[in-house]
């Protein structure tokens, strides 16, 4: 047998193993190559899709979608397309497939003004394929608050998709000169394992921050369960936008003394 015939037959082979790993429904087969085809695709058209895709992966039948022949094959065509909605559809379906391939151009784009329904899906696919690269990318999109994207369901998202990649980037943007970023930073740091280092940088910020950003630090407080608070925070207690960020961190102390101060300032409250 030739080189060419064995490169024929290797390919051969090698479309027969992709089919049989192909486990998609074949709705979700025909929709994909539908959507690649139509000049007319519209939003209507991806949520239809989308909707399917929850279905789908509700009941585990999205397994190896990036073996099936309607995947692999449209693609790219969809992730360039000059229509918007055909460039979610390839951004939903490359977080679901977990296809790294296209990481490093989903990086460039959600620092591009692209819409925030684009966004929303080019973030999702890039931690659901573990980027470790994206993650200072992602946490400065995060914490510019964009209007029409999703932030507190993609923090969410982004404090669970790379453990180690988030920490890092956090202590990078703790001391930043953007306020935003900082906020972002401490809570999510505060999400993870108990931090001395952390728990004393949130001292530090709580005695220099201005009230209107205390709570902040003061909620990040509380999730880390820091003890021996009253001496801490009772100066702040009639500060009016702190007081039920202040209980809730007293009540979350391990200290008696600090959960017997927020029963105090709950009955006085009230």
Known sequence: MNKFSLSILLIFIINISNGQECQIPNLLDKEIIEA??????IEKDFYR?????????????????????????????????????KRVLAYRLIGVANDSTFNDELINRINSNESSLLKTWSTTALMANNSEKASDDLFVLFS?????????????????????????????????????????????????EKDEKLQAKLIEFL?????NSKGWVISSISMQKMENLKPI??????????????????????????????????????
């Open 207 to 211: 005695n220099s921050w201005d009230n």
């Open 144 to 192: 510019s608050f964009p209007e029409g994207l999703p932030v507190d369901i993609l923090i969410n998202m982004y404090i669970k998709y790379d453990t180690n990649a988030v920490k890092k980037t956090c202590w990078k943007f703790i001391d930043s000169e953007i306020k935003n970023q900082q906020i972002l930073a401490i809570q999510c740091l505060a999400n993870f």
């Open 49 to 85: 899709i989308n909707n399917l895709l929850f279905e789908y992966e509700a009941k585990d039948s999205l397994k190896n979608l990036n073996k099936c022949s309607s995947y692999f094959k449209n693609i790219e065509k969809l992730f360039n397309s000059e229509t918007t909605e």
């Open 233 to 270: 925070l009772e100066k702040y207690s009639e500060v009016e936008n702190l007081k039920d960020v202040i209980i809730r961190a007293l009540e979350n102390s391990p200290t008696k003394t600090d959960n017997k101060f927020a029963k105090q300032l709950e009955k006085k409250k009230n």
């Open 36 to 41: 690649s085809n139509n000049e007319k695709f």
